[in-house]
């Protein structure tokens, strides 16, 4: 794996950030092909010591304002257009996702709304159908007010993409595994399609962030997150990041981080940063303990269904194998019962925090249809299998057996009592 295009290097060819015109700013050279490993990036990238102190973390820059040279003659001007801290951050997702740009907002759903700004009124997107409820809301309830139209479609089989593309179609999102049903989308094949009718390809990567799956690699244009989950991970940061290649769309969209303003913090950018360094880490122990609660649910007889793309029963299993490096953190299942029993189980655990949001490091259990879904008309929910008795669960970094046992205990209480 080796490092993208984007930023700098230093004088150990190790990637740092470069503010304002974006990687190709005149103190800043081209990156070199070092072939840096995934964690060596997630340490390194837009990480380089301050040159004016020495300090190997890079320091806390909270000023909203910085001195020109000369008029016009400046490396930051005023943080809502860039900031140190920000740029730092932006040159360690694009070298994550194999990009030579990077975005960092303030949501996720800022970034959802900034790249949809990009489009002319008139313009039609096609959406996979099982998408994030906040992304749906927005296309649904928001984007039209722009007059921008959105078809959702069952992109699992890809075929459906072609029926739907319109002459004024200049979209596809795609969320692979989605939420929270983990049903996954073909980013090569639905990239091929999409190209041959001269459309971008988004694909909203939150779910297995850039240590498992780089969908730029796989054909796609922009990728996004909500940073607040697996990148930032450790629930205390609310973030949106996006990288590409493409020259022309990148000018887009930095234009529109600065005309908007959906930027985060320095201190949030800080944050984010911090957690990117143990990325690789988090992410393999998450995958390890999910695979293992998921064998657990499988094997348990207050349980109907287990949804996770690492086994084999997965109907999408061998894509998950073809496209994805790993399988994640997120397990969802069905519990033997109806929303009753789940509700008895989510307040019977006691590792399994009930709450919203995921990928911290701590365990998290939800229940869709009445928590991240509930926006979604019922019949909408039930043709996506977002049923009454789905619980969702994001699996932390603790130990696996604890987990375990805490989901088994919680689920004879809960079936017990149907």
Known sequence: MSPANNTATDANGVPIAVPSSRFFSSHAGPITDAGYGF???????????DPATGAVIPP???STTFKQRAVGDFVYEYSRSDNPNRANLEAAIAALEHAKHGFAFSSGSATTATVLNTLQPGSHVISVNDVYGGTHRYLNKVAGSLGIETTFVDLANVANLRDVVRENTRLVWIETPTNPTLRLVDIAAVSDIAHEAGLFVVVDNTFLSPYFQNPLDLGADLVVHSATKYINGHSDVVMGVAATNNDALASKIRFLQNAIGAVPSPFDCYQAQRGIKTLHLRMRQHAINAQRVAEF???SEYVDSVIYPGLESHPQHELAKRQMRGFGGMVSFRIKGNTHTADRFLQRTHLFTLAESLGGVES???LP????????APEERNELGITENLIRLSVGVEDADDLIADIANALESAVSEN
């Not at 249809?369 to 979604?376: C, D, P, S, V």
């Open 39 to 49: 964690g060596t990036l997630a340490i390194h990238a837009g990480a380089s010591p």
């Open 60 to 62: 806390l820059s909270l």
């Open 297 to 299: 649910l499988e094997r």
């Open 364 to 366: 998290l259990a939800e």
């Open 369 to 376: 249809a009445r928590m991240t879904h509930a926006g979604l």
